[in-house]
């Protein structure tokens, strides 16, 4: 087996069968657990890499043998990873949004001017009178400038207030609509980073009204490109020299696009913080390592954070929780946050996120290929965790918001859950186990239950990486739906076309529910003949979800993750899906 331990402690190794031993050892004036690397408690290495961790293989009598070292990375935001990206920061109007702000650099003399410009078709007439010379008009009759969306062409004024001039591609004009400008702002930012532009002046105000396009969805759609664009994570590059990133600062009129991009960067910021979170390493990204983030992100915006675990949960009859996490040492928790304005009351709107810090599958053990990419396996909480930043901090509605993470990593050891065991739950449905891999579902049953008994919502939405069959039905492009209340799901198709998170709806009828009955308790967590088997799980949380209250549920396991470069996503990374969405949806609802 191979265990991780910091630098200065003992390896757990076997003392005797079915017993462990930790043995804390002295670092500098600190004695170290093994816990400590998990909360990033740890103290720090002079070079500023953090806990310099090391893999010890134990073998059969003890015998130990190291392993190359890693790293557990840098503090930085509510104790999670600082965060890195493709510009320091993105300042628009001298406000920085997202960003840290160190390191700033002069901007460059005269900086860059962006216009936009249809197939097809020469420039409108406003972007056309902003072109400092004749070089933008000869640029655009070059065949490189076909007009395809984020196809990019540039031109250098021999004169006037600009050095360079980029011309972004938007489509045909008669199809336009405003999330183009999201996609338009991934090329754009990843050209002025190459470039490494400090200072830029987006005049694309006049391409939309040429379009007949809404200025302010645009513009906002325009920022959240640039925003998440801007997203960079290389914090676990220890020998990698870290690139030099300048920081970007952007104008644009008229008052109503630059309001636009303030909030779409806003909005953007918050899904980047759970896109970090999201790739933040499991042995460093624990359930209390999420409990300690949400604290401090709770503290910093209003919220109100109440944290669940060990007892807490048994009181509660989180036995699903309690059960996915049992055999891990880093133990399970659950994690409530609450956006309520002062003075208001009524029923909440309740996001539960799924929140597995790992997912080996459990004694139905994940193959290797299958196991890799597992700490994404949280991203639901952590598309939550962001959605409640955005509502504090730029939704700010009048009614109240409550968000769950159900956290919990599920391991193997001699206390994990088996195949044939069978869950009591506090609504009183038993399930049987078929499948330990099924385990998002059971932590997502206690989040219904919770929400349902004790929250009294209008509505709960869920969004989990839950099924490798949704992926099988819908790729990459949309989110699988199940919501049989029509209000409801009006609402979330609403907000998917406004944030570009889209969904398409699957059905849920009895005859999936009456597939996951059970001859041994009431449900099973997995029906073996993997039938509808993106349909199975929205199947058996509805199971959970108490009659009248309205509830949509998202499998996000298609959409969470990108594969390569692609609008304003970097390959191999969260996208944060489900942030902007949610964000949406509550300013809406």
Not at 298 to 317: D, N, P, Q, W
Request: with cysteine.
């Amino acid at each position: 087996m191979v265990l991780l331990v910091a630098r200065g402690v003992e390896p757990v190794v076997p003392q005797e069968a079915g017993a462990l031993r930790r043995r804390p050892a002295r670092l500098g004036r600190c004695a170290l657990r093994a816990e400590q690397l998990h909360v990033g408690q740890a103290p720090r290495r002079a070079d500023g890499l953090g806990v310099i961790a090391r893999r010890v293989r134990v073998g059969a009598r003890g015998h130990r043998r190291r392993i190359p070292p890693v790293h557990s990375g840098p503090r930085g935001f509510a104790g999670t990873l600082r965060r890195r990206r493709m510009f320091e920061s993105v300042t628009l109007d001298g406000k920085t949004v997202g960003g840290g702000g160190r390191g700033r650099r002069r901007a460059s003399a005269g900086g860059t001017l962006v216009l936009g410009h249809f197939k097809g078709e020469a420039l409108d007439k406003d972007s056309a009178s902003l072109a400092p010379d004749d070089s933008v008009a000869s640029a655009l009759k070059r065949g490189e400038a076909t007009g395809d969306l984020g196809r990019l062409v540039e031109a250098f004024p021999a004169s006037g207030p600009f050095e360079r001039v980029i011309t972004v591609g938007l489509g045909e004009r008669k199809s336009f609509a405003p999330g183009r400008l999201r996609d338009a702002a991934g090329a754009i930012g990843r050209r002025l980073a190459s470039v490494k532009e400090s200072r830029a002046v987006v005049a694309l105000a006049g391409a939309v009204r040429a379009a007949k396009g809404d200025l302010e969805a645009s513009a906002q759609a325009f920022g959240e490109g640039l925003g998440l664009i801007a997203w960079h994570c290389d914090d676990f590059k220890g020998t990698t020299k870290k690139t030099s990133r300048v920081a970007l600062r952007v104008s644009a009129a008229p008052a109503s696009f630059e309001a636009g991009m303030q909030r779409g960067l806003a909005l953007a910021h918050s899904a980047n913080l759970a896109r970090t979170l999201s790739h933040t390493p499991p042995a460093v990204c624990t359930p209390a390592y999420l409990a300690d983030a949400a604290q401090k992100m709770a503290r910093k915006v209003g919220l109100r954070c109440t944290v669940l675990k060990g007892e807490a949960l048994k009181r509660e009859r989180l036995n699903g929780l309690i059960t996915v996490g049992a055999a891990s040492e880093n133990k399970p928790c659950f994690i409530r946050l609450e956006y309520r304005p002062a003075g208001v009351r009524g029923k909440p709107i309740v996001l539960l996120g799924k929140t597995v810090t790992y997912d080996s599958g459990g004694l139905s053990l994940k193959i290797n290929n299958g196991m890799r990419g597992m700490k994404r396996d949280k991203d639901g909480g952590c598309a939550v965790f962001g959605a409640m930043h955005a509502i504090a901090t730029v939704i700010k509605p009048r009614r109240p918001v409550v968000g769950i993470m159900v956290a919990a990593e599920n391991s193997v050891s001699d206390e994990a859950y088996r195949p044939d065991d069978v869950i009591a739950f506090r609504n009183g449905v038993t399930a049987e186990i078929t499948n330990t891999d099924a385990e998002g579902r059971l932590v997502l049953a206690d989040g219904l239950c919770w929400a349902c008994d004790s929250e009294d919502p209008a509505c709960i939405v869920d969004l989990a990486t839950l099924t490798g069959g949704v992926v099988t039905a819908l790729g990459s492009t949309f989110a699988g739906m199940w919501c049989d209340d029509d209000r409801l799901r009006r609402q979330i198709e609403d907000a998917a076309g406004a944030s570009d998170e889209r969904v398409w709806r699957l059905p849920h009828h009895q005859e999936y529910r009456d597939m996951m009955k059970s001859d041994v308790a009431d449900i099973i967590n997995s029906n073996p003949n993997r039938k509808a088997h993106p349909i199975q799980g929205a199947a058996f949380l509805s199971y959970f979800v108490k009659e009248g209250v309205p509830w949509c549920h998202l499998d996000i396991a298609g959409v969470h993750a990108t594969e390569s470069d692609s609008g304003p996503f970097v390959k191999d990374a969260a996208t944060g899906w489900g942030v902007r969405l949610l964000a949406e949806f509550v300013d809406r609802a």
